[in-house]
C-alpha cells in the first residue's frame, strides 16, 4: 500500500515536471534560443569584428606605449552628444561644454584584439550624484594611434555580444533582465528535464533517425541535453551569477548608499588607493616605466605575462594612482595581479595579494563564462556547447508541435500552427537575421552616415521578413502536414551564407585562398564557418524535401502511436 | 608546457581518447552492442570493455593537464567528452559497425561462436 502510494506520488511529480519543462521550456524557449545561438557567435565576438572592419585586419598587439600612443588618444575623447543629453537630466543647471576632470582613463586589450578599446570617465559639475561619472570610449590602431570611425559596428563585440545577454533591448535594461530570467528557468527546466528522462544515462548514446516522427526528435532533444548538460548546466548558472552580480547584489549602490560609500572609503584607505580625488593638482611619473616594472614583478613571481588593463584614476590630482593589470591569457581569468602606483611619483603603493579562495571560485565561474583565455580548441568545443544547445531548444519547439498539431487540426485550434511559426522564425529565422547583418555590412557604401544603424536595422529587417514568411507559409500545420517555410528559409540561409562569402571577397579582396594562405584565421575562419552553415542548411532542406514528399504518400496511421511523452 | 605544436599534439590524443572511451562505454551496453555485432558484447567483455572506457576517460583528463593549468584543462576534458559522446551517438545512428573497430577481439569470438 505504502510503495502504491510512493509511486502515485512519483507519478505526479514527474507530471508536475513535465508541465513545468513543457511550458516553461516553450515560453521562455524562445529567449534562450537567442541567448544560446548568439552566446555561441559571441565565442568568436573578435573575429566577427576583423571580418566586419576590414581596415582590422592586422595582428593582435600588445598594450603600447602610454607617452606614444595612449595619452594623445586620451586626450582627444570626449563623451558624444548622446551621451551628454543622457546625463542632462541628472544634472542641476547647464552641461559644460568641455569635460576636463579626468575620473580615470583605462585601455583594455586581449590576445586577440588588433585594436585597443579605450574608455574615458569624467567628473560633472554639479551633478546630483557627484560619483557619477560621464563616459566616452573609443577603438584605436595600437600601432600608430589613429581611431577608427565612430559608426563602425563591430558586429561582433559590438552586436552579437550584446544579442547575447540584452537581446539589444536597452530601454530600462528589460532585456537583460528577460535573459537573466530566463537563464532561472533554464536551470528550472535543466532539472525538469532530468526528472523526466527516466534512462538518462542508459539513453546517452541513442539516437534512432530511421525511428522517425516523434522518436528521432526526442532522441535529438534529449541527446544535446544530456551529453552537454555540464555546459548547460554550468552556463546558465554563471550566466546568472555575472548577471546578479551586476544587477541584483548593487543593493549597496541603489539601497544603502552612505553604507557603500563609507565602506568604500575605508577600504580605500586600507589599500592606500585613494578614492577621491585630493583637489590639489600633480603631475604623472612616467607610465611607461611603472609598466615595465610591473611586468618585472609578474616574471619574478613566476607568472611573466602581458598588461591586460590599464587604468590611470583622478588624472592630474594628487591623489591619481596608476593599476596596471595581467592578460588572464593562459588562466580561467580575464585579468589579474593588479599592481598600483602613485601616478605622481611612480613609488610602489601595492600588489595585490593572491586571492582568497573565495575570490578564485568567483574568478574561475566569471572568467570559465566570459573566456579571454587562448585556447583554441576550448573556443570551438564552447561554440559546439551552444549549438548542441541551440539544437536542444529547437527540437524541444519541433516535438511540442509535431506532439499536438494532428489533435489540433482535429479540433480546428490555431495553437500549433502558431507555435511553429513562431519556432521557425526562431530557429531558421535567427540564423538568417544573423546572416543578414553580415551581408548589409558588406554592402552598404562606406561613407553611408550611420552606418552602424543600418547595419543594425538590416537585421531586423531579416527576422520581421523571417516571422512573416513563416507565418503566411504556416496553413499546413493547422492540416496536420508541416510549414514548408522551414525548407525554404534552409533554402535562405544557404543563398545569404554564400553571398556573405561572395561579398567579402569582392569588396575587401580577401577570399579564402588569400586568408588561409597568409594563416589569417579571423577573417578564414568566418567565411569556412558560413560555407558551412551553408552546407548544412541545404542538406537539412534536401532531407526536409524528402520527408514531405514520403509523408504525402504514406497513409497517416503509420505516423501514430509514437511516444507519451511531455 | 604551452608550447605549440607540442600542446597541439596532447590536446589531439586527449580527443582521441575521449572518442575512443566513450565508445568503448557503448559498445559494453547491451542495446548498443547489438547494434553493432547484431548481439550484445558477453558480460566478461562488457566488463573490460566498461574498464577500457573508464581508463581512456581519465587519461584523457591526465593529457588535458599535462598541457593546461589546472582550472582550464578540467573545462577542456569535460567539452571534450560531450563532443565525444555526440560523435559516438551519431556514428552509432548511421554507421554503426564502425565502433567495432574499437574492439575487434568481440567480433572474432561472436564469430566463433555463431
Given amino acids: ?27 521562455l524557449g524562445f529567449v534562450l534560443m537567442a541567448a544560446f545561438f548568439f552566446g555561441a557567435l559571441s565565442v568568436f565576438d573578435r573575429e566577427f569584428d576583423r571580418w566586419a572592419i576590414p581596415s582590422t585586419r592586422f595582428e593582435p598587439q600588445p598594450m603600447p606605449s602610454y607617452e606614444r600612443i595612449l595619452r594623445p588618444a586620451f586626450e582627444r575623447m570626449q563623451p558624444t552628444r548622446q551621451a551628454v543629453d543622457a546625463m542632462r537630466p541628472r544634472v542641476e543647471g547647464e552641461m559644460p561644454a568641455r569635460f576636463d576632470t579626468v575620473g580615470s582613463w583605462s585601455a583594455y586589450t586581449t590576445h586577440r ?11 560633472v559639475p554639479n551633478a546630483k550624484d557627484p560619483d557619477e561619472l560621464i563616459w566616452a570610449d573609443a577603438t584605436i590602431d595600437p600601432r600608430d594611434g589613429t581611431p577608427l570611425p565612430d559608426d563602425s559596428l563591430k558586429v561582433g563585440s559590438g552586436f552579437f555580444y550584446p544579442m547575447h545577454y540584452s537581446l539589444t533591448l536597452d530601454w530600462k535594461n528589460l532585456g537583460i533582465w528577460i535573459v537573466g530570467l530566463s537563464a532561472l528557468v533554464m536551470l528550472a527546466a535543466l532539472v525538469s528535464g532530468v526528472v523526466m528522462h527516466r534512462k538518462l544515462f542508459r539513453e546517452i548514446f541513442t539516437f534512432r533517425p530511421g525511428k522517425g516522427g516523434l522518436r528521432s526528435v526526442l532522441d535529438l532533444h534529449n541527446l544535446t541535453g544530456v551529453v552537454a548538460l555540464p555546459f548547460h548546466f554550468f552556463f546558465a548558472f554563471t550566466g546568472l551569477l555575472i548577471f546578479s552580480a551586476a544587477y541584483f547584489f548593487p543593493v549597496g549602490h541603489t539601497q544603502l548608499h552612505d553604507l557603500h560609500d563609507l565602506h568604500a572609503e575605508v577600504e580605500a584607505r586600507e589599500l592606500g588607493l585613494p578614492h577621491k580625488r585630493a583637489g590639489v593638482p600633480a603631475g604623472l611619473a612616467d607610465v611607461d616605466a611603472m609598466v615595465a616594472d610591473a611586468q618585472r614583478r609578474w616574471e619574478a613571481r613566476g607568472m611573466a605575462g602581458d598588461v591586460g ?9 594628487a591623489n591619481g594612482y596608476v593599476s596596471v593589470y595581467r592578460a588572464g591569457t593562459d588562466r580561467i581569468a580575464l585579468v589579474g595581479q593588479g599592481i598600483h602606483y602613485k601616478a605622481s611619483s611612480g613609488e610602489l603603493i601595492r600588489e595585490d595579494p593572491v586571492a582568497t579562495p573565495v575570490g578564485k571560485v568567483a574568478e574561475f565561474l566569471t572568467g570559465l563564462h566570459l573566456q579571454h583565455f587562448r585556447h583554441w580548441l576550448l573556443r570551438w568545443l564552447y561554440v559546439l556547447g551552444g549549438l548542441l544547445g541551440a539544437v536542444c531548444i529547437a527540437t524541444g519547439f519541433v516535438f511540442f508541435v509535431e506532439k499536438r498539431k494532428r489533435q489540433h487540426a482535429k479540433q480546428g485550434s490555431q495553437g500549433a500552427r502558431i507555435v511553429d511559426a513562431l519556432a521557425v522564425t526562431t530557429v531558421t529565422g535567427m540564423v538568417l537575421a544573423a546572416l543578414g547583418i553580415l551581408v548589409a555590412n558588406r554592402l552598404l557604401p562606406l561613407d553611408l552616415p550611420a552606418r552602424g544603424d543600418w547595419e543594425r536595422y538590416a537585421f531586423w529587417a531579416v527576422w520581421a521578413l523571417a516571422l512573416v514568411h513563416a507565418g503566411l507559409r504556416s496553413a499546413p500545420v493547422a492540416r496536420g502536414l508541416s510549414n514548408p517555410a522551414w525548407r525554404e528559409q534552409c533554402w535562405a540561409i544557404v543563398a545569404l551564407a554564400l553571398a556573405a562569402v561572395a561579398l567579402n571577397w569582392i569588396s575587401t579582396g580577401d577570399h579564402l585562398l588569400r586568408t588561409i594562405g597568409a594563416g589569417y584565421w579571423p577573417v578564414a575562419g568566418v567565411d569556412l564557418a558560413l560555407l558551412a552553415t551553408a552546407a548544412v542548411a541545404g542538406a537539412t532542406a534536401t532531407a526536409l524535401r524528402r520527408r514531405a514528399t514520403a509523408a504525402r504518400n504514406a497513409p497517416v496511421a503509420t505516423r ?5 511523452h511531455a | 608546457m604551452h608550447d605549440g605544436v607540442y600542446a597541439g599534439w596532447l590536446l589531439a590524443a586527449a580527443l582521441l581518447t575521449s572518442v575512443a572511451g566513450m565508445g568503448w562505454l557503448a559498445l559494453a551496453m547491451q542495446v548498443h552492442g547489438r547494434q553493432v555485432w547484431g548481439q550484445p558484447a558477453s558480460v566478461g567483455d562488457a566488463r573490460l570493455l566498461r574498464l577500457l572506457g573508464a581508463s581512456a576517460l581519465a587519461t584523457a583528463l591526465l593529457l588535458c593537464l599535462l598541457v593546461d593549468h589546472a582550472t582550464m584543462a578540467v573545462l577542456v576534458w569535460v567539452m571534450s567528452l560531450a563532443a565525444a559522446a555526440v560523435l559516438v551517438a ?25
Fill in chain 1, 1 to 27: 500500500m505504502a510503495s502504491h502510494s510512493d509511486n502515485v506520488v512519483g507519478q505526479s511529480f514527474r507530471q508536475a515536471m513535465a508541465w513545468l519543462h513543457t511550458w516553461f521550456g516553450l515560453v
Fill in chain 1, 309 to 317: 588593463f590599464l587604468v590611470l584614476q583622478h588624472v592630474g590630482d
Fill in chain 2, 90 to 114: 551519431f556514428t552509432l545512428a548511421w554507421r554503426a559497425h564502425w565502433l567495432g573497430a574499437l574492439a575487434p577481439w568481440v567480433r572474432a569470438r561472436a564469430g566463433r561462436a555463431g
Fill in chain 1, 560 to 564: 501514430r502511436g509514437e511516444t507519451a
Fill in chain 1, 113 to 123: 584584439d588588433p585594436v585597443l578599446a579605450l574608455f574615458a570617465g569624467y567628473q
